[in-house]
């Protein structure tokens, strides 16, 4: 047990944690606090700049999950939600279609519509190619600042009508300037608490792991859902206080070029950072007033500064202080995987019966992938599925876990039909599978990818994450002390806080290893997890997926290294050409004269 102790550094993380949180809370507090004593210089000017840029951000805090961490290209949505915001909340207290009513609530009412604004614009995203969603927000933008032209008696058309005055204390230009500097905390507040949660991980995923998400059983409609209904709330609550700001809103002041500041804001910033977003949008809106007798270049400064940093740093802002994923890994490492460690990852109480597969026939276009193969995993063993490349492997696997609709034929699991083609309800039954090619997220860390295979665990709502409420900060440290302990289970511990991309490929298989275990799967499937691993590799991984198996868990294994599946399986079966050539004990098949000749070569 020693060992153990000595080889996990789960250990560690508690010290380090409060470190590591006025680390990462540093430059918040740094930009913010520069930001409060700007009142001391009484340059009102600079007030008015860095007071537009806080009501930029609390749009661009949203707006960074929509894009930086969903991948989602919204482009014309950002100026489309601050018009919308600005103009409900000027007539709402200007009166000009009901009675005047108060800024506050005016302000809240921006909220409201926003976020149904939001999702309006924001879910084609789910039914249209990333380019042709982009467009259509660009669509959205046009509209909102027309019928804001046209509507005269109520927007005041070209004219444009009077923005709201917030009274009291905030009624002078530096009460005000603290008012949205407080609304610019609050929002990097909540929207970090998402972007740190088992949502936000789930946005990367999305983003970058599409399938990967939905084999996790994170589902891509409600995530995109919560997170436009956030985005639009915010950027609502912005277009108020922008038109606070300027006093006087006509359509003109919402050009798509706002929209796309923003949008290079977050792209500069760093996908899938906060502080990265918050500083370039200070940057952005800066930029301009501090270059004023370049004004006329303002764009041009945008434009070079977008491809400067694109081409220099493509990972943004937030890249290029990471120095942390700079600093060169320990060479020639080798992964440890500790069996010891199952028992208490992996629940004895397993599947109450088999998965079985009857009959199933699948084919694309003219392609029969599969045709007509019955095979059954059982719970605590390991079951072999071999076959040359193109055989149908995959295809099988893909059908099981949901993907794929078979033509004809069942899989069931003890007893009952499982729905094809909704892959995101195979992780609540406890199937969890890795990829042919690991599917995961490069710029998070090791840690957060195995988190990823967790999220049906969480039970918190969305409210309870955005608020960082009890129950959730609760959920989220026992999901990563499990993911820590799946990572030591694979020897992968003491990469957890690195980024990703710097692992090696065969550190790749065993982290999709980790993810998969998170779920305390009944089943796992495995597609050729051997492949582009070392020998001594193989054998630490036979060792680990016999031992995972003994704790009840019904493995499939695909794999080409035979040598592999004849040490560890129960049963393997031989597919050739989607046809089952053969089926049996490792010893059968061996023997079988059709196996030699077709692939494992007399
Ligand atoms: P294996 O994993 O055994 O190498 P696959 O299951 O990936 O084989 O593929 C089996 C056959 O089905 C191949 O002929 C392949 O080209 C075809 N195939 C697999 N997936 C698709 C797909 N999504 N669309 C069209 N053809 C496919
Ligand atoms: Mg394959």
Known sequence: MSQVMLRDSANETPRQAPLRFVRKLAPFVGLFGLACLLPLTDNAYFGLIIGRAAVYWVLVSGLNLVVGFAGQIAIGWGVALLALGAYVTSVLTAGTAFAPVSPYL???????????????????????????????????????????????????????VVGPTFGGVFSTTWGFYYFCLAAAALCTWLSAN???????????????AEVAAEASGISKPVMLTLIFLFAGAVGGVSGGLF??????????AFTIDLSILFFIAILIGGRGSIIGPLFSTVLLTLLPEVA??????????????????????????????????????ETGRIIRPNEEILPGLLSAAKARGPIDIENVVLSFGGV????????????????????????????????????????????????????????????????ARTFQNPRIVGEASVLANVMIGGTVLGKSTFIETVLSLGRYRREERELRERAML????VGLERLADVRT????????????IARALMLDPAFLLLDEPAAGLAGDEIQLLGALITAISRTGVGVLLIEHHTDLVFDICEQVTVLNLGRTLAKGTPAEIMAHQDVIDAYLGG
């Open 501 to 512: 991309d710097r692992l090696q490929h065969s550190e790749l298989r065993f982290l999709e």
């Open 194 to 208: 998402i972007g740190s949660s088992r949502f936000g991980r789930a946005l990367l995923a999305i983003r970058d």
């Open 368 to 431: 029969r992938a599969i045709d007509g193969l019955s095979l059954a995993i059982t719970p605590g063993e390991v079951h072999g599925l071999i076959g040359p490349n193109g055989s149908g492997k995959t295809t099988v696997l893909n059908a099981i876990s949901g993907y794929y609709r078979p033509d004809s034929g069942t899989v069931r699991l003890h007893g009952a039909a499982l729905p094809s083609g909704a892959p995101q309800t195979r992780a609540g039954i406890g199937i």
């Open 486 to 489: 799946a990572l030591a289970a």
């Open 243 to 252: 038109a606070s700001l300027q006093t006087y809103i006509t359509p003109d």
């Open 292 to 329: 004023a007798p370049l004004a006329a270049w303002a764009t041009f400064l945008y434009a070079a500064l977008l491809l400067a940093i694109v081409l220099l740093v493509p990972g943004g802002f937030a890249n290029l202080f990471d120095f942390k994923s700079r600093k060169p890994l």
């Open 106 to 160: 005016a302000l809240a009412a921006a909220g409201v519509i926003g976020a149904i604004a939001s999702v309006i614009i924001g879910l084609p995203a789910l039914r249209l190619r990333a380019f042709y969603f982009a467009v259509t927000t660009i669509g959205f933008a046009t509209i909102v600042t027309q019928i804001a032209m046209a509507w005269q008696s109520v927007t005041g058309g070209g004219i444009g």
